[in-house]
């Protein structure tokens, strides 16, 4: 059964950086799609980047981009998320996903039903 587990967060300044880690046990990553959520509070999940299972070929909501960077280090079974430029909007708890991929994986989505496993979420806070 495979648990996710992240790590990384903080309280940072406005311009900050943040390195977010999403690691698994119980499996090796080398065959799932990984996506990376947020939740601010009274507000819906967002999708905020993912990694395909097998081109890594990766996906991001128009708020971070060019901010935030995800990479995955199979050999380490972990996936990252890289944020920089973090401004007071991106505070929130972040989650990251996984759903096993049999065939094909060249892409990815940033949608909430696309994933099957999720982590209990690490709390980023962006303020002066």
């Known amino acids: 059964q495979l648990q996710l587990v992240e790590s990384g967060g903080g309280l940072v300044e406005p311009g900050g950086s943040l390195r977010l880690s999403c690691a698994a046990s119980?499996?090796?990553?080398?065959?799932?799609?990984i996506g990376w959520f947020r939740q601010a509070p009274g507000k819906e999940r967002e999708g905020v980047s993912c990694?395909?299972?097998?081109?890594?070929?990766?996906n991001y909501a128009d708020s971070v981009k060019g901010r935030f960077t995800i990479s995955r280090d199979n050999a380490k079974n972990t996936v990252y998320l890289q944020m920089n430029s973090l401004k007071p909007e991106d505070t929130g708890v972040y989650y990251c996903?996984?759903?096993?991929?049999?065939?094909?994986?060249?892409?990815?989505?940033?949608?909430?039903?696309?994933?099957?496993?999720w982590g209990q979420g690490t709390q980023v806070t962006v303020s002066s």
């Open positions: 996903a996984a759903r096993r991929i049999y065939s094909g994986g060249y892409d990815c989505g940033r949608q909430g039903y696309e994933y099957d496993y």
């Open positions: 990694i395909s299972r097998s081109t890594g070929s990766t």
């Open positions: 119980g499996v090796t990553l080398d065959y799932y799609r």
